[in-house]
Every structure is written in C-alpha cells, then in structure tokens.
C-alpha cells in the first residue's frame, strides 16, 4: 500500500527557532500534498495544498510568511514553521494522493512543542 | 453550514458488538467520494474505506462496511465485530470532484471505545 513518511515525529525547541517538518510518498508520486494541523479533541484543519513546482495554496486564516511550504519533487513536501511561539504548539499531519480516486495517504504526524 | 456532519462525539460499545458511526454530508456536486479514517491515541490517520457517489454497492473492506444511502446523503461506517484495538477517534471524510485544489473536507470525529 502506499506509504507516507513524516519527519520528526515530535519536536521540541525553544521559542524563535525555526523548525522544518518533511513528508516524503515512500512508493509512489504524489502530484499533491496536503498539510494539517490538529489541536487537542479537535478535527483536521487544512493549512494548504502544496503542488509540486508550484506555490503552495493556503486556506484562509493561515499565514503565508509563517508557515513555508516546498513541494521540491514530486516526492517530498516540507513545512518550515518559521520563528515558532508557543500558540504554534500543535500536531502537524501531511498526506498524499495519488492519481485518480485514490485516498490521502497520511504521515504519522509531527508534535509540535515550542518552549 | 457544515459539509460533513459526525452527530456522535462520543460511543461506549461492548467487545464484539457492531458499532455504526453516522456521517451525513452536503454538497452538490453529483460526483464526490466519500472516506473514512481511524486516528488512533498515537496520532496518526489510517485510512479505511472509501464509496464513491456513482458507485452501485456499498463499499466493504473486512469488518468495514460504509452504508450508503445517497439520498440521504448519508455514509455511515459499520465496524462489526468489534475489537478492543478499534478503540480510537473516527473522522467522516468528502472530496468533491469540482475542487479543483482536490482538498478533502473532515468531520469532527466520533471517539469510539470498546469495552471488555
């Protein structure tokens, strides 16, 4: 089946630093990645849609500055959450698709804790 | 308003039992797929099992069964037999074909746990 890999699976750092999350599809292309963001209890909230070659789509709310998206290859995505503060603190999930009427494969998420 | 509607926050099941989440959504856009994902304690999204609007069975993947009732735009998971490791937070999922940023739209989830 197909396989998505996220990394870190969990970070702490202190505030101010900046911290970059990677999602790599293992077996196959993923012309799309998506990235969430999942408080405590709470739902997936989709932070932006990241195509590859392209700029990343941002839903509304989410800042553009603050958190950078690169979808480098058709392969690999990566999140920077620049100068993080603590209300950044959350989990940080990725998916892909593949082609068609496939589902969203997911990572295993990031958890985010920023000191 | 919302698009995909997790009415149960919560369920208490005995082991062996069969459990039904309920999903309804909204949308229209005749061609949409319609998912579900488990997310166990540890976090990360498994997925289930997927219906798509034009398909003419229901879906069925082992002790995964989605009923759904198209003109009740309804897409409830069916777990039977249920397992002590079924335990987890249960999340309703739609893609609709006219997104073009073919983003999937999640409900709130139901936490379901399983009794001994």
């Not at chain 1, 900046?18 to 998506?34: N, P, Y």
Request: charged letters at 20%; hydrophobic letters at 30%; proline letters at 3%.
């Amino acid at each position: 089946g197909a396989v998505v890999s996220q990394h870190p699976s969990r970070v702490i750092c202190k505030s101010g630093t900046s911290v970059k999350i990677e999602c790599r599809s293992l077996d196959f292309q993923a012309t799309t990645m998506f990235w969430y963001r999942q408080f405590p209890k709470q739902s997936l909230m989709l932070m932006a849609t990241s195509n590859e070659g392209s700029k990343a789509t941002y839903e509304q709310g989410v800042e553009k500055d603050k958190f950078l998206i690169n979808h480098a290859s058709l392969t690999l995505s990566t999140l920077t959450v620049t100068s993080a503060h603590p209300e950044d603190s959350s989990f940080y999930i990725c998916s892909a698709r593949e082609q068609g009427d496939q589902p969203q494969h997911f990572g295993d998420g990031t958890r985010l804790s920023i000191l | 308003a919302q698009k995909i509607t997790q009415t149960q926050p919560g369920m208490f099941v005995q082991e062996k039992e069969a459990v039904t989440l309920d999903c309804t959504y909204d949308t229209s856009d005749p061609s949409y797929g319609l998912f579900w994902y488990k997310q166990p304690s540890s976090g990360e999204m498994i997925f289930l099992i997927y219906q798509g609007s034009y398909d003419q069975q229901n879906a069925t993947e082992g002790r995964y069964s989605l009923n759904f009732q198209k003109a009740r735009k309804s897409a409830n998971l069916v777990i039977s037999a249920s397992q002590l490791g079924d335990s987890a937070m249960y999340f309703c999922a739609m893609r609709e074909r006219w997104n073009r940023d073919d983003k999937i739209i999640f409900g709130k989830g139901t936490r379901l746990h399983i009794l001994p």
